[in-house]
């Protein structure tokens, strides 16, 4: 048979030989031109019958390959075409119209008690702004850490303080202009330490809404301690924070890709979708009411989602006079300066009569839940604490344990500091996804199994099979529970592009199952990992600000108080520590996070009384 080249070749020779004919024989001989365009015109047929052919015949091959592919196995031209569309194909994203918070209504209507518990939760983390103004300020009117000012406070016996006294210090803010400001609405940190001691608390920040602030600290240990006061945002800023949380939930948006065949299709998902835009499909949770969405594909069906991932963030949500309130190392997290002197000297404690030393209610509202003493975290109550140094100590007393983690990847962080320090835990390979699970490690020979799952949608991950998307309330109500059962949740850090609706409602659902699975198994331990401080930018901020973090962390302790779960306060212990704030806390706070967890699941034993 001819090649394709051969064949081209003898065509192009045979219509030189026609022009050359033509030229020594003149217009007289029409027949041996039509004898010659023939000939062309077969051979040219005869290319495009072959090219037909082979491209008929490569089809078919494909198709026959595609039929015989398992469902798990995803080939590499899906691979690339996914790609392919990801990259290349606009995405059409949902337009949200302002003021119209609708997000937060979807799903099953709550009942009276759940509304009400809603409305209190609101309003018991209602952040006080700036007044009205006729046009937004600019920033020489916002608040500038660098003119703000604290000063320590004397105590009634002057400027003496004892381990058992309060400390307090006192914050007035001031704008890029240097004018006090007269109103509230500063996010504020503060902490005292003593890095010579690695001892650090934090401190409770009450706002007077007229500029002034108070930082209220427990004296702990004996020693020099320096105070150290941190603007986070400024009230202007926490105003645009309020605006997008409640007006821009697409700010974070998802995706997941539909396969049948050889077609594919990706769509933009998430919580909500306006539904007067596309049609959607309906991946609404049976049992929870959950709400999740994504528009249809235009050629397949709804059940033909094969995953789920983050598809990206939002640009440009703020103007640019916003955009300055955004500023790293002008307005986010800047520490403020003292008028005077900055640290104390703390004396051992006072003499006093058990009268006079009895605790005042007050103090224990502002109480932390512990603080850091040789870098080692201390607990004030709850717990009594235990350190948890060797590997062995960690499997004795795990031994006979089923671990359960549900939630983000701060709890995932657990998993993985737990098998990296315990060797006889061996990780058992599940073939999942890289940071996304699930995950289980085991030791056979003192009888442990640890095992992690994320929570369900929003999840920002970067791709979640579809199947393996569980919401944790499902995930508990499977558990038989029992003395031998430790569950351990973190659910936080994907909720905060949501309004806060969206996470009560959560919480709702997981508290549920907690109670239904204490009910049938009292003896089993609950854990929950609160929210914890991270480094902040601009970009950050809009989507993962700390102000979002801390109206979440408030509501979910709310939601749990009063039950049989323990909490371990990574808020304060992010907040005390003098290593930078991290999404992923580094190892020396993980490591006093964990000793905290297996102080609750393995409690000191008391000592019993020489009779």
Same mark, same amino acid.
């Given at each position: ?408 990847? @701060? #709890? ?5 500091? &737990?098998? !990296? =320090?315990?060797? +006889?835990?061996?990780? $058992? %390979? ?94 089993? @331990? #609950? ?5 914890? &401080?991270? !480094? =902040?930018?601009? +970009?950050?901020?809009? $989507? %993962? ?67």
């Amino acid at each position: 048979m001819l090649s394709i080249r051969s064949i081209m070749s003898r065509g192009r020779n045979d219509a030189i030989i026609t022009v050359r004919a033509q030229r020594e024989t003149g217009p007289d001989h029409g027949r041996q031109k039509e004898v010659t365009m023939c000939r062309n015109l077969s051979n040219f047929a005869l290319i495009f019958f072959f090219l037909a052919l082979s491209g008929f015949i490569f089809l078919l091959r494909n198709i026959q390959t595609v039929e015989n592919w398992k469902c798990h196995t995803v080939s590499a031209i899906y691979q690339l075409q996914s790609r392919i569309q990801s990259s290349f194909i606009p995405v059409n994203l949902p337009t949200f119209y302002n003021n119209r918070t609708f997000c937060a209504h979807l799903g099953q209507k709550p009942s009276a008690e759940d509304e009400l518990e809603e409305r209190y939760l609101l309003d018991s983390i209602a952040w006080p702004g700036p007044p009205p103004r006729s046009t937004p300020p600019t920033l020489r009117q916002t608040s500038d850490p660098v003119h703000s000012l604290f000063a320590i406070l004397p105590t009634k016996e002057g400027r003496e303080w004892h381990v058992g006294d309060q400390l307090e210090v006192l914050v007035q803010m001031h704008d890029f202009q240097g004018r006090p400001k007269h109103y509230g609405g500063d996010f504020i940190l503060a902490r005292l330490h003593t890095p010579e001691l690695g001892a650090s608390v934090a401190g409770k920040v009450l706002d007077h809404r007229n500029g002034f602030y108070s930082a209220l600290f427990p004296l702990l240990w004996v020693g020099s301690a320096q105070v150290e006061v941190t603007l986070v945002h400024s009230s202007e800023a926490v105003v645009v924070l309020r605006r997008l949380r409640e007006e821009r939930p697409d700010r974070v948006f998802f995706k997941s890709l539909f396969r049948q065949g050889f077609l594919s299709e990706t769509t933009v998902c998430n919580m909500c979708l306006p539904p007067d835009q596309q049609p959607l499909c309906n991946y609404t949770d049976l049992y929870t009411g959950e709400p999740w969405y994504c528009y249809k594909p235009k050629m397949l069906s709804c059940d033909t989602r094969i995953n789920h991932a983050k598809g990206g963030y939002l640009k440009h949500l703020i103007t640019n006079r916003e955009a300055l309130l955004f500023q790293s190392g002008v307005n986010i997290k800047v520490h403020i300066h003292a008028s005077g002197a900055d640290r104390i000297n703390v004396l051992p404690p006072r003499k006093v009569d058990v009268e006079s030393s009895s605790v005042k209610p007050d103090a224990i509202k502002l109480a932390p839940s512990g603080y850091y003493y040789e870098d080692s975290w201390r607990a004030l109550a709850g717990v009594t604490m235990r350190q948890f140094n060797e590997s062995s100590a960690i499997t004795q007393c795990l031994r006979n344990k089923v671990i359960n983690m549900y939630g983000d990847s @701060t #709890v995932r962080q657990w998993f993985e500091y &737990l098998i !990296a =320090l315990v060797p +006889e835990l061996k990780e $058992f %390979n599940l073939h999942s996804p890289k940071n996304v699970g699930p995950f289980m490690a085991v030791d056979s020979t003192h009888n442990i199994l640890l095992k992690y799952r994320c929570h369900g949608p929003p999840i920002r991950f970067s791709t979640v099979t579809a199947s393996e998307l569980r919401y944790v309330s499902n995930e508990l109500d499977g558990l038989a529970g029992g003395s031998d059962t430790i569950v351990v949740l973190s659910i936080w850090a994907h909720f905060s592009t949501f309004p806060v609706e969206v996470y009560i409602r959560r919480l709702r659902h997981i508290r549920r199952a907690v109670l239904r699975l204490l009910d049938r198994a009292p003896g089993t @331990t #609950v854990v929950i990992r609160s929210a914890n &401080l991270q !480094a =902040l930018d601009q +970009e950050v901020s809009l $989507f %993962n600000s700390d102000w979002f973090s801390l109206q979440l962390d408030e509501v979910l302790r709310a939601m749990f108080k009063g039950l049989n779960v323990q909490l371990v306060d990574a808020w304060q212990m992010s907040s005390a520590h003098h290593l930078p704030h991290a999404l992923h806390p580094p190892p020396v706070i993980v490591k006093n996070m964990i000793d905290v967890l297996l102080s609750h699941v393995c409690p000191e034993k008391k000592k019993s009384q020489e009779t």
